[in-house]
């Protein structure tokens, strides 16, 4: 069973879900270009804290904002974790996680563990489902609700059973 974190119940407990909001780009540069925002809210008041936006196309953008979050949010929890480098077969994967990077400043080269002096953080244009399993290994589950064609909440559920 996952146990999960302190910062995952920290989180659960001020922060009911996730928004993602998607819109257009009306900025001179980026005029026309697709802009996805992630928004905190919480349980009482419905209040919602912007908390980061990517905008372009090719790649996934609600994983980029999704990992662009946790990055911040989870960094010392996210040290404990191991990053996925190696073959492309599924069973090597085990324990590992695909997006999760350690950057190792002083040598230039990307490390599969976490050191004091690495840098840590999260390539969520890999995949929105990569972000949910290393969600799921930090204790947090996802239920997904579609409010709009232009918003997708997402609510935060601590896990309780075995599984993935």
Do not use: Q
């Not at 001020?14 to 009306?26: G, I, P, V, Y």
């Not at 919480?42 to 372009?56: H, I």
């Not at 950057?103 to 890999?126: F, I, Q, S």
């Amino acid at each position: 069973m996952r146990k999960p974190t302190d910062k995952a119940r920290e989180l659960v407990e001020n922060f009911h879900s996730f928004s993602l909001k998607w819109s257009t780009s009306r900025g001179r540069y980026t005029y026309g270009y697709r802009v996805c925002s992630l928004y905190l809210n919480r349980y009482a008041g419905g209040f919602s804290y912007r908390e980061g936006s990517v905008n372009g196309g090719g790649y996934d953008m609600a994983g980029a904002v999704l990992g662009e979050w946790m990055t911040k949010f989870f960094e010392e929890d996210l040290k404990k974790l191991a990053a996925y480098y190696g073959s492309n077969t599924p069973w090597s994967w085990k324990g590992t996680f695909y997006g999760l990077h350690f950057y190792d400043e002083k040598r230039k080269k990307y490390r599969k563990t976490w050191r004091p002096g690495y840098k840590v953080w999260l390539d969520g244009a890999c995949g929105f489902n990569c972000m949910e399993r290393i969600l799921y290994a930090l204790g947090i589950t996802l239920t997904y609700k579609r409010i709009s064609a232009r918003e997708d909440l997402y609510i935060f559920n601590l896990t309780t059973k075995k599984g993935r």
